[in-house]
């Protein structure tokens, strides 16, 4: 590639034998490199204001600087289309873009982005994702980057690593602050990023192309492209030297317009996607978390307070102000430091500046001073306190009337409507939510906050839009109170935006996506959890259209334990529908008919192996519960017979058997008699181990404390145990070590003290004896136990 000659302030380029425009190379999101280009702006005047960024986002341009924005702020472009694929475009208040853009509103001149349009940059990222040999045809993976890429980007970044071993310091990002951030002569700050942009750029050209040929093929493209932008800035009447452009530093030299424009016939073959564009608010954090060249910094409110020095020229103050808020900070979380501390601090980062022969400390020698010096050396004290001060929390705020899809639109008016806006933050917050009507109060919005903020949240939960999560409440299916932890994030905003393409409010985007997945819905338990779903987002209609798919597809049911979720749906939507103000009358024909059938499939289903009985026995215990809370509804002494059936059968699973019997002895079906000829039978010499203990497991499973109180059963199973031999008596404790795995301490001590009890040998020696550590001896025993050979089993 030819070096182009250029022309900077200061130190001119020319444009072989005119005065060209002035190009300003940047890093983004440098605050030196927006300080120095306002001198610049200010000195030069320019009509024109050309900025590297989408050149479809004019109409975007001066909203990003209008009245009540506050950054960081993003411009967000996404596909029309599912599946949404976006470019995000970030700016704080000290990205040189941005303070371009201030400039030029204030000024009254042009400003432009002049960079590939999105509809162009997001096709041709799809084809960048394509192997080099078949950029015809798309890959299985369309997020895959082809193992060049990454290999260049390797030596980009071994490349970084050299240059800061070189210049002593302890990482790129210490390198690139000492040695451009801290220079305050607008000419030396260019004429040094001029330099070493064009000497990375030689340096990585020829691996590059043979490394990441598509992102040669991309930059080419895009420069001239924005080469061919800028001579038509010319065409259109701005005087070339009253035309200032602002690009990355890498693409400066390559802008200059002695090399080929960008021809008509070639702007019409590049490659378009239907796209659209707008504004969102944007985080520190996010920006941290997209550190690197040309995506973020790694320390933006530390950034920030970089360029609030820099405007007022007190740059000499940053290490004390810094300093200062990481102490304060500190303060606020009780651990004090004293000024003399933060005094210290401030020489001990000005002599890590002087060893580095740097002017003033970089953001690692101030985080090295605070780790010595309040810290006393453990990083851990001062993580927290600099992590605020590095990061911050700041999030960024568009007012009303600025360009956001109708969604986005419909969050904030929703947010507002339910007194949600505080919640609207990076830092997390638990919200309690009673969905019961307030009887205390005069209006009906104010009576059905809390439910109608739940129907808002599990809308947003339906549509992946991250800013709330569901936290489980001290209740089994949660009939009234609800506790959600609420955070905001980019990511949440991004989410918000995709969702335009379902709907033009939260509520249409929601009933969309509900009513796709009763599209695809191919059985009665799905069916049944969209039925829910229905309901918790407040959405009759849909709900209605779940109902329906439901009932076609219950004519084919015949898996007990889908049926047995189902019902278990039915039987919360009818006891807390009417809570949430929807009609379930429609849905008891649907649970009589569902739980009839489960009861009938009941004996069949339990003839299943161990691997299947955990599913069976969730299925049981949800037919169970449904038969208590709708005893009215359905026939309740048909399931308890066909319970006692499957606890007498010796053909059906063992572990089940034990359950239904263990249901039977907590519903008073089954009394102590019966119990121990129970007990007796099934823990006898004569039942395989794997069987009798199989068989206690399931036992187990329910009201422990009711087992706890029948003497008899463990008389029986004590009894058991003695009479094994070495062999069976192995197998068994496998089986029993598994069915006492998942008692709490307190039960497994209550155990202890009733077999001493029982053994006549006192409750508290036994509980002692029971429960001390293993010694050596045992911890081998039971190291062979879990080795057991189970042979044919």
């Known amino acids: 590639m030819a070096k182009p000659v250029q022309r900077m ?91 371009a853009l201030l400039w030029a509103k204030q000024n009254g001149s042009h400003a432009a982005f002049i960079d590939l349009p999105t509809d162009v940059s997001l096709a041709l990222n799809e084809l960048r994702r394509m192997p080099i040999t078949s950029v015809g045809e798309s890959e299985e993976d369309a997020d895959a980057v082809p193992a060049e890429t990454v290999g260049f980007g390797a030596i980009q970044q071994q490349l970084y690593a050299r240059i800061a071993e070189l210049s002593g310091e302890p990482d790129y990002e210490a390198y690139w602050e000492r040695c451009y951030e801290h220079l305050l002569q607008p000419a030396a700050y260019q004429q040094a990023i001029v330099h070493f942009s064009t000497e990375l750029r030689d340096l990585t050209e020829e691996a590059e192309l043979r490394m990441a ?178 990061i911050g929390t700041a999030i960024g705020s568009l007012p009303e009337g600025v360009s956001q899809t109708p969604v986005q639109d419909d969050l904030n008016r929703q947010l507002k409507r339910l007194k949600l806006e505080k919640y609207k933050s990076l830092v997390s917050a638990d919200l309690e939510l009673d969905l019961r009507e307030n009887r205390r109060v005069k209006s009906e919005d104010a009576a059905y906050l809390d439910l109608n903020r739940s129907v808002f949240l599990h809308r947003l939960l339906t549509l992946g839009i991250r800013f709330a999560r569901k936290s489980p409440v001290r209740q089994n299916d949660a009939t009234w109170a609800e506790h959600w932890v609420l955070q905001w994030s980019p990511e949440a905003e991004i989410e918000t935006v995709e969702s335009t393409l379902k709907g033009e409010t939260i509520e249409l985007a929601a009933a969309y996506v509900i009513h796709e997945e009763l599209l695809a819905c191919a059985d009665i338990a799905s069916a049944a959890k969209l039925i829910r779903k229905s309901c918790d987002c407040g959405l009759p209609q849909v709900m209605g259209q779940a109902t329906h798919a439901l009932q076609q597809l219950a004519v ?124 007796s039978r099934r823990l006898s010499p004569g039942i395989p181990a794997d069987i009798g203990a199989g068989w206690f497991e399931g036992l187990a499973l329910r009201n422990r404390y009711g087992l706890l109180s029948r003497p008899y059963l463990w008389r029986e199973l004590d009894a058991y145990i003695g009479s094994l031999d070495e062999e069976p008596f192995k197998r068994s404790l496998v089986f029993l070590r598994r069915a006492f795995g998942s008692f709490e301490p307190r039960e497994k001590a209550a155990i202890a003290e009733l077999l001493g009890d029982l053994w006549g040998a006192g409750a508290d020696k036994v509980g002692e004896a029971l429960q001390r550590p293993l010694n050596e001896e045992e911890k081998v025993q039971l190291k062979e136990l879990n080795d057991f050979d189970f042979g044919d089993l």
Not at 605 to 618: F, I, K, R, W
């Open 213 to 390: 040929p598509q992102e040669v093929a991309y930059n080419e493209i895009r420069e001239a492209y924005m080469r061919r932008r800028i001579h038509d800035t010319i065409e259109s009447g701005h005087q070339a030297d009253q035309i200032v452009v602002i690009s990355g530093a890498h693409h400066t030299p390559a802008l200059n317009l002695q090399l080929p424009l960008m021809t008509d016939a070639e702007m019409k073959r590049l490659p378009r996607v239907p796209t659209r564009m707008t504004l969102m608010p944007y985080s520190y954090y996010k920006l941290s978390s997209h550190s690197g060249y040309g995506a973020g910094n790694i320390a933006p409110a530390y950034y920030e307070l970089l360029w609030q020095s820099m405007k007022r020229d007190e740059l000499n103050k940053l290490p004390a102000l810094y300093l200062s808020a990481v102490a304060q900070q500190l303060r606020e979380q009780g651990t004090w430091r004293s000024t003399a501390s933060v005094i210290e601090g401030v020489r001990l980062a000005d002599a890590l500046a002087s060893m580095h022969g740097g002017t003033m400390p970089t953001w690692r020698d101030l985080r090295d001073a605070a780790t010595v010096l309040f810290g006393h050396g453990d990083f851990g004290v001062v993580a927290e306190a600099l992590a605020r001060i590095d």
């Open 9 to 99: 302030l200061g130190d001119e380029w020319v444009s072989g034998a005119a005065r060209g425009p002035h190009y300003w190379g940047i890093r983004h999101l440098s605050p030196a490199g927006a300080y120095h280009l306002l001198s610049l702006l200010n000195e030069v005047k320019p009509t024109a204001v050309l900025i590297e960024g989408p050149s479809d986002a004019g109409h975007l341009a001066s909203q990003l600087v209008a009245r009540g924005v506050v950054p960081p702020v993003a411009m967000l472009a996404y596909t029309e289309q599912l599946p949404v694929r976006t470019l995000l475009y970030p700016f704080a208040d000290y990205s040189p873009e941005y303070q």
């Open 556 to 679: 084919d049911a015949g898996n007990f334990e889908q049926i047995a979720m189902t019902v278990h749906e039915l039987s919360v939507l009818l006891q807390y529908g009417s809570i949430r103000r929807i009609d379930t009358e429609s849905l008891v024909p649907l649970l009589q008919q569902l739980f009839l059938r489960g009861t009938l499939l009941l004996l069949e289903a339990s003839g299943c192996n161990d691997d299947a009985a955990a599913g069976m026995v969730s299925a049981i215990h949800a037919m169970s519960t449904a038969a208590q809370e709708h005893y009215q509804e359905v026939d309740e002494q048909l399931w308890n017979a066909k319970l006692k059936e499957l606890a007498e059968r010796d053909d059906r699973n063992a572990k089940l058997s034990g359950y239904a019997f263990s249901i039977l002895l907590e519903r008073h079906e089954a009394g102590e008699e019966e119990c121990a000829q129970e007990v």
